[in-house]
Each structure stands twice: as C-alpha cells, then as structure tokens.
C-alpha cells in the first residue's frame, strides 16, 4: 500500500504571483481588508468613470507577526485589483502593481516590475491631458466661448489641434503646464522631473530616461544628468509617474510584500536605509494625494520607523489570529471527511492553542503532526499529544546540551565568572558579596500548564533564594504567548528563544542590563561593582586572548615549518606580496575595521570650538565602556586580519616555491586558513562595532545617512571574507576550488 | 480674387503659409521682410559685421538666432545667408546678375547648403559632414577631402574651398543642446559658416541660466562653448513683437501689395488686446493670413477676425476638413 500523501504544504508561504492556488479562510481581518479595498476600488472608479477627481487616496499596512497571514491576505487583495495593463485602453481605471517576491532593492523593482508594466503610448496619452488642461486654462484666460473650451477640455478634441487651428501660443500652453504642475507639487525634484515633459525635440528622451537608460544629452542640460540608478531615483520616478496618472485621472494601485526587504541596508539588518524611507514616504504622500492606494506588509516593529506624519496617513490593520473555527475550517480545507488521516476536535484545538492561531505554525503544525501520525495501512486520528510532539520537534534543539554550550560560551567570552550547575540549565552569575546573582534559566517547550506551572515554580525559588536576583530565562522550544507573558511578568524581561541567530548577542546584552539593574538597585557597593567588573573584563581579556593564541597556533600549524612570527610586523610585506585583488579584500576589511570601531577618528573633533556662539560649558564625555570595549573587539579584529594577511601570503609563497606539490593539499590546506579566519571572526562581536559606530552623535539625516551607507559597506566588507579571498586566491594561483 | 499681402512666393509644390522666408533662394523674398521688434537691428548688426568676405576668409563662424517659437529665428538667418551670397561673385553664366529677381537660383562662389529641414541622429556629426559634401558633389563640385574624421573633413573641405575660391554657409537644424552648438563651433573653419537655430529645449536651457535676460545670453554662450582664436559665435536673439509692431507689420504689407482689401489701425488694437497669446510674428502672420484668403472682400472688418478672438465655433467644423481645404 502506497503512503498517502501530505495534503499540507511543505513551505506554508505566500508568493504573491502564485496566490491563485491557495484557499482563504474568511477571517475577520479578511473581511475588513477586502471591504476597505473594494469601497476604494468602488469609489474611484466610479470617479474616474465619471471623469471627477478621485480625491484623497488611501493606505492601508497590514500588519501582524511572520506567518500571521499578511501576504495571504495581501494575495486576496490583489485579486480584487483590476490587472494592470486594462482589457480595453480606452476605458480608464486603476493601474494595479504587485510588488513581491525576492526583488528587494525598489530599484531592481521600479525597473523590473513597475516601469515596465507601463507603456510609451499610454504615458504619451497622459502628458496630452496635461497639454488639454494647460490648453483649457489659457483659453479660459483669453475669455474664449465655452462651446470651444469644453471639448478641449473633456479631451473630446485634441488639444494641439485646437491649439494650431486657433493659432495659440504653444509657449505659453507649455508654460501653463510648468505652472501647474508646480502648483500641485510641493517637491522641487518632482517638478523638476514633471519639467521634461515639455520636451517636443525629443519626447522619447524622457521615456528612455524613466527606463533607467543614461540622460539624453538634452536632458543633461536641463538638469537630469544621472540615470535612475538608485533606490532613491526610482523613488522619485515612480512618485512622478504615480503623480501624473493620478492627476490624469488613472490613480495607481500599489500593493507591497514585505516592506522590511525594501527598506533594510542589507540582509536582515535590523537598521533601515534613512534615504529609502524618506524617499517611500513621499512616495505614499502622493499616492494619497493623487487618490492612489498602497496596499503593504510591515511586521508591527517596524512601524515604530514610520515618522509620525506617515503613521497618521496610514491606517494600521492588525491581522487577527485564526479562531479555534478558523483552525478548524482551514484544516478541513486541506483534509478530506474520509482521508486516512484525520483531526480530532481536540487535535484541532490543540493545533489553535499552540500555534496562538498563527496560520503557518497551524500549517507547519498539521503537515509535521501528519508525518508523525500517518500509517500506510491504517486510519489514523491525530491526538492533542501528537500535536505536541510535533511543535517540541519543531522548535527544540535536538540536544539540550547544545543551548547549555552556547550559554557557557557567551559567559566565558565575556567575561562573566559563574556556578557550574550540575543540571546543566541553571547557570548563576554571583554579583556583589551579599548574594545577588544573574541566573541564566534554560528550560524546554512550554506546550501545556503543568509545564508552565513547573515553569514558574522554579523562577519563584531562585527569585526568593536571596535579594538582588535577576533571572534570565532561555527556552529551548516554543512558548505561547499567553505562557510567554506570565513568565515576562515573573521576571520583568522577556524570555528568550533559543536561535541560532544573533542568540549570542542577545544573551550578552541581557546579561549586561541585568548587571546594569542589580547595580542601580544598590545590590552591589560601588566597590564591589567596579571590582566585579574590572574582573569581568580582565576573565573577558583573557578568553579573547586564548582565542588569538588559539588562531595563532592554528595559522602556525597551517604555515609549517616555513612560516616567521605570526603578529610579527612583516605584515606590510605580506600585504605587498600578495596578487592585487586578494591585496583589495584585505585592504577594504581593514578599512572597514577602523570604520566601524570609529577610533581612528574618535576624537577628530574633540578639542575644536565652535566657530559660532560661546563654548559649550560641560565638556563632551570623551571615553565610555562602549568604547573601550569596541576599541578592545577592533584591536582583536585587527590583529586577527594581519594574521589572515600573513597566512595567505605564506601560502601563495609555498605554492609558488612548490608548484609540483599536490594541488588538492595546497587548496585543502588553503581552505583550513580561511576557515579558521571565518570560525574565529565568528566568534568577535561585529555587532559590538557596528553598534557602538551607529550610537555615535550625528548632526543631521544627511550625515546619518552616510554613516548607514559607511556601516554598510563596512559590513559587506567583513562578511564571508574568508571565502572571497579563498576563491581570488584560488584563481590566481591558477588552482580550482574542491568540489 | 484680392492678391493676399501675407503670401509669400513660393517654389511649385510647396505649401507656403507655413515656410519661412528664405531670399537666398526665392529672391522675391526679401522684399517680405519688415522691420519688427529687434529683428533689423540684429540684421544691420550682422551685414556691419560681414560688409564682405573678408571675415570668412581667415576664420570660421556659427550663426546662432535665439527667440521663442515663431518668432522669426529661421526668416532671419535666412536673410543673412542671402547677405552673404549677395558678396560673393556671381559664377556660372557670364553676366549672371547675383540678386537676379527671378526665381531662379542664385549662383555664386558663396555655395549655401540648406540642411535646416533635416534631422541627423544625435552625437553623429559624420553623417551631416556627409550630408555637407554629397550636397556640394551632387552640384558638381570635387573634394580631395577625406571623410574619416569630421573634423579633418571640415578642415580639408575648408582648404579645398580656399582652393576653389569659394564659401560655404550650411543651414543646420535647431540645436538641442549647448553641446551641439560647441560642436558647431569646433568644426567651424575658414570660408564656412554654420547657421544654427535655438531649438526650444536650448532656449529653455539658455534662459535658465540667464534668469530669462536676453542681454546676456551671448556672454552665457561665449562661455559655454569656448573661445578659439580662428573660429567665432555669433549671437541674434529675436522677438517678441512689441505693441507697434502688429500695426507695423500689417501696414506695410498691405501697402506693398497692390489691390489688398483695406484694413485700419483700430481693429488690429483691438484684435491683439484680445489674443494677447499672439507674440511672434509667425503667428501674427498665419492668422492674417487665413484672414486675407477670403474672398470678395474689400475691407477687413471684426467680424472676418471673429473665429480667432475666440468667440463662438464657427472654426470647429473646419477640424473635421482636411487642413489643405482651408486655405
């Protein structure tokens, strides 16, 4: 007998051009969405189709956690918008967008997806209701008869045939049109952009530019001398194309997925691009003014970047969480009455319960529950404990002593001095002489009140085991949100997840307020404070030098018996021997070292007056434990880049002296450099730098911006080093990579 | 049928209302021009300058005429390519008069190439040189220049002009761009002259970085495209028509022309307070022209003025006619 196959989807994700597959539960947020929508889409095109103004448009963010559904909800949005090239050009409507899928930066968007969903015929139609309305108004002002204004003026005549029977001034037509498009506009960018319009040698110059093809030269010297070849320009772009449909009564639709890709410097950093999102709230201003309609995804974190001027122009919608109904109907949506797997009620609940009515988990969930529970010759009914098996397999890590190591580790490279546990899960952090502690709590999935309940009991008594205890709690698996709030209010912070992403950093900045908390509270003396401290660094120094010495015996290893000193202060000789492209990875890493530490240029500044006004009368703070400690991580990064340079450039000697030597030990042997870079820069606090770079005072949006682009570079610089000077390396000794 | 005192001659098959003058070719022409806004001084300012050959001889010019849209840029450029063939010494036929009245072309050592009504893609000067030179052969002329280099084309065309003893005005199409316009400039030799118009984009351009001022335009020009010590700019800004000039132009038109219907100073007043959108001379021109084309009509009175003061439709059928059929 065959396996039955998994019903539920292997990758419960939404793409948006792929919606049309999937089912939608009718949720609450749905309902509201779909109307909001669909009033809009009733409105203006009632308003278009009557040729009135459209009026003020409108944006709605959906905003709910990863899984909650947004793009889901998004997808069934977007199917209710007209398509975006319309069926019959004739009749006007609202020109719909899509914006999802791995695009990412709004350029590659705006130049993939936006522009070219556009065309050279329309756009051309577009500016001619700008030369009517121009047409109409200079008409008006020469006091002509209505019988030869409102033909013109309902686009029934051609206005330039008007305009060359009657002999009008085409200066003055296109004059009126600058005007008033400077009168509707209140960005100079913008209404120098709408400016080309006016363009009759050329009118293809501006539809080529607005293609991200290179100025015209015409267009150089009427002040756009760049192509659109940044995310900022497109913005910009795309503001004045939404601004003229708008106006021209063919108000534009814009439905974005995860704004956060758009935004984001790189990756998933956490910081945003203070260009793009300036640029993005202008973009939403016009749509708004032009009766457009943006449609968008954010995670609800992220609504704290919006300016309060953009947050007021947008109406939040949060996704509600499925219901105990909802679970039900989406499960029985995806399992039939007589499937050889079958939900219980209480599995169903279960499933509702866990997953705090998060659609993916409850996805996830039901198609992990079925692996579990599915039986090739039988019917089988999944039960509530299978369903929490599945979530414990989901989340927790398969060995508790993985999370355990990776707490240890994080003491030890910072530095702080605890208990060994002898379960292993409870690591207790003495601070002060009186007893007060930082314990570090590691408990499993928390999938029903008994384990809450063991939970909590376990916090209370190390909370009454003394005065001055702070506990931070680590859960390896998955916690409800109702468990995870009861456990908050026990020890006023958030417990943590176990990932494996930037957990490290995490635990480190916990530790470190709760160390801030103890002392504010008085639980250690100034004395024992400091004493506690300078211990803490002093344990921290000494890890981070074994980790040097380890890098430097590993390297030594590596090099054999040829190599000289590691560290030694050959390395600018090291630096010279190496191919010049091998010479640039190192030489940006460097810079990006100094760049994101900030202490060559710490106190540039420091000592200048002020060129106007009296001096400041409390001097600046020149030094903080930030800074000793990023300028302690820079040191170390430094030192550990030199040793990288040092060790490639040995080994580019060894295979130069030794070409007959077997190539796939010289790349093998390669390799264990560059890895043993990349597991020892792992280790470092990038983040420490690049944090404590950010935190830097800064005078304006213009400087802050070019820090984030600094920082971004810096990062760039930094991240898979030891793979790009593997793969240089490799091609200049002429060698190929291992397979 | 009256004779209309805004025709202008025009070769078979051309449709004149629209033409600008052009007396090099059709000599009845120059007796078309009339004196309107700064239009003759810049004339007079141009033949004080070229009172002969002699400027060309040792160096090579651009002509650049600015002004809005109509406003009488290619009519004056013209006049002046006439002024120089008139310099020249008549060739061809022995006693060939130079500023013959007929409508025969002119012949003279001053060859005029009229490449106005072209259009060359952009940032491809070769293929006008080449357009330059097919012109000339197609007249009968032998080059020994070389068509490698646009720039050597010119300098070796210039030689061989010397040679010959001959000059060369060539009428370009607008300008776009400043650009265009140096390029004019860097390819200028003796005996030539280039004749160029500001093309709406290069006013615009020129205006926005004069704060509008006419007067200093050329040192904007001067600056932009470069100074080289054998080749020069020269710089006319045309029109608006100022308030007399309506008058003025109807006037001696109608004056000039035998048998034109009659027509007063009052109505003209009132006409250009009502269309105060009318500012070049072209525009004046086409609306007096369709105003004159009527038939059986021995005075201009308001009503024939009616369908351009704006009142009424009675110009709205006419859209749906062929344009030939209004004239």
Not at chain 1, 596 to 612: E, I
Request: proline share 6%.
């Amino acid at each position: 007998m065959n396996t039955p196959v998994n019903p539920f989807p292997m990758t419960p994700a939404v793409l948006l051009g792929d919606f049309h597959a999937l089912t939608t539960v009718r949720t609450e947020s749905v309902t509201l969405a779909t109307d909001y929508v669909t009033d809009y889409l009733d409105y203006a095109l009632g308003a278009v189709r009557r040729a009135e103004t459209v009026g003020r448009g409108r944006c709605l963010a959906i905003t709910g956690k990863l899984g909650a559904g947004k793009s889901h909800l998004l997808g069934h949005l977007s199917t209710r918008l007209p398509p975006s090239v319309p069926a019959d050009p004739a009749m006007p409507g609202v020109h719909a967008f899509t914006i999802g899928g791995p695009f990412g930066r709004f350029l590659t968007i705006y130049r993939e997806k936006l522009i070219t969903a556009l065309d050279r015929e329309e756009f051309s139609r577009i500016v001619q209701v700008y030369h009517a309305d121009a047409t109409v108004r200079m008409l008006k002002r020469l006091n002509a008869s209505e019988e030869i204004i409102a033909p013109v003026r309902d686009l029934r005549t051609p206005s330039w045939q008007v305009a060359r029977r009657y002999h009008l001034s085409e200066d003055e037509i296109r004059r009126n049109m600058h005007e008033r498009l400077r009168e509707v506009i209140d960005t100079d960018d913008l209404a120098a952009h709408l400016s080309l319009l006016d363009f009759p040698e050329n009118p293809g110059a501006i539809w080529e530019w607005l293609n991200c093809k290179a100025p015209d030269q015409a267009l150089i010297e009427r002040g756009i001398d760049e192509p659109i070849d940044s995310d900022a320009k497109a913005f910009t772009a795309f503001a004045m194309l939404t601004f003229l449909y708008g106006r021209a009564g063919r108000p534009f639709a814009l439905v974005i997925d995860e704004l956060e890709k758009m935004m984001q410097e790189t990756g998933d950093s956490p910081s945003w691009h203070v260009e793009t999102l300036q640029a993005f709230e202008r973009l939403v201003n016009v749509f708004i003014d032009t009766g457009g309609l943006i449609v968008l995804c954010v995670l609800p974190e992220s609504l704290r970047k919006f300016s309060g001027g953009l947050y007021q122009r947008v109406l939040v919608q949060p996704v509600s969480p499925f219901t105990r109904a909802d679970t039900v109907k989406l499960i029985k949506e995806y399992v039939d009455a007589d499937a050889p797997v079958w939900f219980s009620p209480s599995a169903m609940y279960a499933v509702a319960d866990l997953s705090d009515g998060n659609p993916r988990l409850i996805l996830d969930l039901c198609r992990r529950t079925w692996d579990l529970a599915c039986r090739p010759d039988r019917r089988v009914e999944i039960t509530p404990e299978m369903v929490r098996r599945a979530i414990r397999a989901k989340f927790e890590a398969p060995r508790s002593s993985i999370v355990s190591g990776e707490v240890r580790q994080v003491l030890e490279a910072n530095g702080w001095v605890y208990d060994s546990p002898d379960e292993d899960d409870e690591f207790h952090v003495p601070r002060g002489t009186k007893g007060a502690a930082i314990t570090v709590l590691i408990i499993d999935s928390l999938l029903h009140d008994a384990a809450l309940n063991r939970a909590v009991r376990r916090i209370e008594g190390i909370l009454a085991s003394a005065d001055g205890q702070e506990v931070i709690v680590v859960v390896n698996g998955y916690l409800r949100a109702g468990d995870r709030m009861e456990i908050s209010r026990k020890i006023s912070r958030q417990p943590m997840a176990f990932d494996h992403h930037l957990f490290r950093e995490n635990l480190q900045s916990q530790l470190l307020e709760a160390h801030r908390l103890l002392e504010e509270a008085g639980h250690e003396t100034v004395w024992e404070s400091i004493r506690d401290e300078v211990l803490r660094v002093g344990a921290q120094q000494t890890y981070t030098q074994s980790m040097v010495e380890r890098l430097a015996a590993d390297i030594e290893w590596l090099r054999g018996p040829m190599g000289a000193g590691l560290l030694s202060s050959a390395v600018p000789d090291a630096r010279e021997r190496l191919p010049a492209e091998v010479r640039g990875h190192f030489d940006r890493a460097f810079r990006a070292v100094e760049t994101l530490s900030g202490v060559g240029s710490l106190f540039d500044d420091t000592f200048l007056t002020p060129r106007q006004g009296p001096p400041p009368t409390r001097p600046r703070r020149l030094a903080s434990r930030e800074l000793f400690e990023s300028a302690g991580v820079a040191m170390v990064f430094h030192k550990l880049l030199q040793a990288f340079v040092e060790a490639v450039a040995s080994w580019l000697d060894t295979v130069t002296r030794f070409p007959s030597a077997a190539a796939e030990q010289q790349i093998e042997r390669l390799r264990g450099i560059c890895h043993c870079y990349e597991v020892t820069a792992e280790v470092l606090p990038l983040a420490r730098l690049a944090a404590f770079e950010s935190g830097r005072e800064t005078t304006g949006l213009a400087e802050q911006g070019a820090r984030s682009s600094q920082r971004r570079e810096a990062v760039d610089a930094l991240t898979n080093l030891g793979l790009r000077v593997q793969e240089s390396v490799l091609a200049e000794a002429g060698l190929s990579p291992l397979p | 049928m009256r004779p209309n005192p805004f025709n202008h001659a025009a070769r078979p098959l051309e449709r004149s209302r629209d033409s600008p003058l052009r007396p090099w070719d059709i000599t009845a022409h120059e007796e078309c021009y009339v004196a309107v806004d700064d239009t003759e001084d810049k004339y007079m300012e141009f033949c004080t300058l070229f009172e002969d050959l002699s400027a060309l001889q040792d160096a090579g010019h651009v002509i650049l005429a600015t002004g809005g849209t109509a406003d009488g840029k290619t009519s004056l450029l013209n006049r002046c390519a006439a002024a120089l063939q008139g310099h020249g010494l008549p060739v061809g036929k022995e006693g060939t008069d130079p500023k013959s009245k007929d409508d025969s072309p002119v012949h003279s050592t001053v060859k005029i190439v009229d490449l106005s009504g072209l259009r060359f893609p952009r940032e491809n000067d070769s293929t006008l040189y080449q357009e330059v030179l097919n012109t000339l052969v197609s007249r009968g002329m032998k080059f020994s220049s070389s068509t490698e280099d646009t720039a050597t084309g010119y300098a070796a065309l210039s030689s061989d002009l010397g040679d010959m003893g001959n000059y060369l005005v060539v009428l370009l199409p607008p300008a776009d761009t400043v650009e265009r316009v140096r390029n004019y400039l860097r390819f200028a030799r003796n005996r030539i002259v280039f004749m160029t118009e500001s093309s709406r984009g290069l006013l615009d351009t020129i205006s926005r970085h004069t704060r509008g001022r006419p007067e200093h335009f050329a040192d904007f020009l001067d600056e932009q495209v470069g100074r080289y010590p054998d080749r020069y700019l020269f710089h006319m800004h045309v029109g608006p028509l100022k308030p007399d000039d309506y008058w003025k132009y109807v006037k001696e038109r109608v004056e000039k022309t035998p048998e034109s219907p009659r027509i007063n100073e009052e109505l003209i007043k009132v006409v250009r307070d009502r269309r105060s959108d009318v500012t070049s001379i072209g525009q004046w021109r086409k609306i007096l022209f369709e105003v004159f084309s009527r038939n059986r009509m021995d005075t201009v009175d308001e009503t024939h003025f009616e369908p351009y003061l704006l009142f009424g439709a009675p110009l709205w059928k006419q859209f749906m006619e062929p344009e030939d059929g209004a004239v």
